[in-house]
């Protein structure tokens, strides 16, 4: 485990090594996004106020998220406590950044689907700040795979996990998972005839699935019905998100086998 990244190597500053790869995460968003505005020829200033409003809701429900965790609000932080100091959710921070987007779209009046501006930027940053998740937190479950994390006590004992045991190395799925997606929207969807906004909504639904499937060896506490807390939630929206997928494929919404021709990506394609 390496908290700073003077951890990894003595020369570096001691800093929180999570927060560097999280904002190294939104860095590279910023400048894949900035690059997909410009190819689509989005020129509207008001697009300025989406990714404001994305930052906000992810910041704020990235927190909150994790806030009432206990029956008994005793056992959870004050809401100022959580805010500053309380665990972070990427789950909820999608959900945060989707609102924020949202309502920055009401405020200012924004008319069109802005999913295919976000879509790889976010596929891309989650590739990233996944690996300030893999550097500073429990790893998984148990493996007798040969590529298990091995921790020592020290670093088992910092994050509650078992000390000599192959534990699942759950976070590099998942920037397997997040590169991969990075890949299939960048080179791949934007691409392609599909209507605008519904890029994104492809990569949150490939993404609800893996991170169901993941969390039976990420190691979170089960909550309920032998789920953790992230895959009741999950539970819940994968089937809404495949009705949303359902309903595009019959109003044609989702067309993947064909492509706009060359020289015209930025004058014809819809902008989101």
């Not at 004050?78 to 309380?86: C, F, N, P, R, V």
């Not at 950044?97 to 295919?116: E, M, N, T």
């Amino acid at each position: 485990m390496f908290p700073l990244l003077s951890d990894l190597a003595p020369w570096l500053p001691p800093i929180d090594t999570h927060a560097v790869f999280v904002g190294l995460g939104l860095l590279a968003a910023g400048v894949v996004f900035l690059i997909e505005k410009r190819r689509r020829a989005v020129t509207d200033p008001r697009i300025a106020y989406l990714v404001l409003g994305a930052l906000v809701g992810a910041a704020v429900l990235s927190r909150l998220g994790t806030w009432a965790q206990h029956l008994d609000p005793s056992k959870n932080l004050s809401l100022i406590d959580q805010l500053a100091y309380g665990n972070a959710s990427m789950l909820s921070a999608l959900v945060g950044a989707w609102l924020g987007v949202h309502v920055a779209k009401r405020i200012a009046r924004y008319p069109d689907r802005s999913g295919d501006l976000f879509a790889p930027a976010v596929a891309l940053a989650m590739a990233i700040g996944r690996i300030g998740c893999l550097l500073t937190e429990q790893p998984g479950t148990p493996t007798g795979a040969g590529w298990g994390i091995v921790l020592d006590p020290a670093a088992a004992a910092r994050v509650g996990a078992p000390a000599g045991v192959p534990l699942h190395p759950s976070f590099v799925y998942e920037i397997v998972f997040h590169a991969a997606a990075f890949a299939v929207l960048w080179f791949w969807l934007r691409h392609r005839p599909i209507a605008p906004g519904e890029t994104l909504t492809l990569y949150i639904a490939a993404y609800a699935v893996f991170r169901f499937a993941v969390e039976f060896v990420r190691g979170n506490e089960v909550a309920w019905l032998g789920l953790t807390r992230p895959q009741l939630f999950l539970a819940v929206t994968i089937p809404l998100l495949f009705v949303r997928l359902a309903w595009m494929v019959s109003r044609g919404r989702l067309t993947l086998h064909d492509t706009p021709p060359i020289g015209r990506m930025a004058a014809d394609v819809p902008r989101t």
